[in-house]
């Protein structure tokens, strides 16, 4: 019902624009400003974590850094952050979530970039990221970096739905309009981020259904076997 209602929408994605003195500062690799420990750069390991609104990323994001001790990065929130700040971003982010597109690549690998490089952590959860292959490739070319792997929570569409209608945070973007909008872009820009990380080998599809613990136990494994191969 909502794939029908929405197919009609137009998804346009910004292209991206890496100024001059962003790439100048960005393009030479990660680790660029990365936090030293003790003398050492650690390499950072990233997980993206993927799904449709409401799919349930967020809450097992938090379950994941409470087990596993990662920082959490959420594009969604760090774009809000921004949206309220004083900044010359936040009338084009506050317009473009409530329309529930995608803000310019280059503005949201910024933010995640900023808060690697003063994070003491080099274990990052980014969630909501990325969105498009735009996102993939700006966060490849800012950050020079790929994700260890990628969490897919899949969700059927009316259980999305049904949970970003009960979210009540205050959202500008969590009403049935947008909602139609963002599954729109989810499908059209977001479902081929996921194929190429699955013929990548990197993905790890999640079945969103159940009690919130019920997934974690999908999770737990995923990220038991990373700790193993990391040791
Ligand atoms: N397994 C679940 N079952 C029911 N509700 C859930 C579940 N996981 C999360 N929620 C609730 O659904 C809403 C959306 O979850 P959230 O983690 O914010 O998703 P996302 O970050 O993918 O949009 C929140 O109100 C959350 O409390
Ligand atoms: N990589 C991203 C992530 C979010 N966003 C914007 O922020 C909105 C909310 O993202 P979010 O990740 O907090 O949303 P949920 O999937 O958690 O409901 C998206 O609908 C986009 O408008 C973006 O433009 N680019
Ligand atoms: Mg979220």
């Not at 921004?82 to 317009?95: A, R, T």
């Not at 897919?152 to 309009?177: A, T, W």
């Not at 009690?211 to 700790?227: G, L, N, S, Y």
Request: with cysteine.
């Amino acid at each position: 019902m909502w794939r029908r209602a929405t197919l009609f929408l137009r998804v346009l994605e910004p292209p991206i624009h890496i100024n001059a003195s962003l790439s100048q500062t960005f393009t030479t690799g990660f680790p660029f400003h990365f936090q030293e420990k003790d003398g050492i750069c650690p390499k950072p390991l990233i997980t993206f974590v993927l799904g449709g609104p409401g799919s349930g990323k967020g809450t097992q994001c938090g379950k994941i850094v409470e087990t596993f001790g990662f920082k959490h990065l959420s594009a969604g929130d760090l774009l809000r952050r921004e949206m309220v700040s004083d900044s010359e971003y936040g009338s084009m982010i506050m317009n473009t979530i409530g329309e529930g597109r995608i803000v310019p690549s280059e503005v949201t690998v910024k933010l995640i970039l900023r808060e690697m490089e003063s994070s003491d952590n080099h274990k990052f959860l980014i969630d909501g990221f990325p969105r498009s292959q735009e996102n993939r490739i700006a966060f490849e070319q800012i950050i020079g970096a790929e994700p260890h792997m990628v969490l897919f929570f899949d969700c059927p569409e009316e259980e999305m739905v049904k949970r970003v209608l009960s979210r009540n945070q205050g959202r500008i973007d969590d009403n049935i309009n947008t909602i139609k909008n963002r599954l729109q872009v989810f499908e059209s820009l977001n479902l081929p981020v996921i194929d190429y990380y699955a013929k990548k080998g990197k993905l790890y599809r999640i079945n969103a259904v159940g009690t919130v613990d019920e997934i974690f136990e999908h999770v737990r494994p995923v990220f038991e076997a990373c700790e193993h191969e990391a040791r």
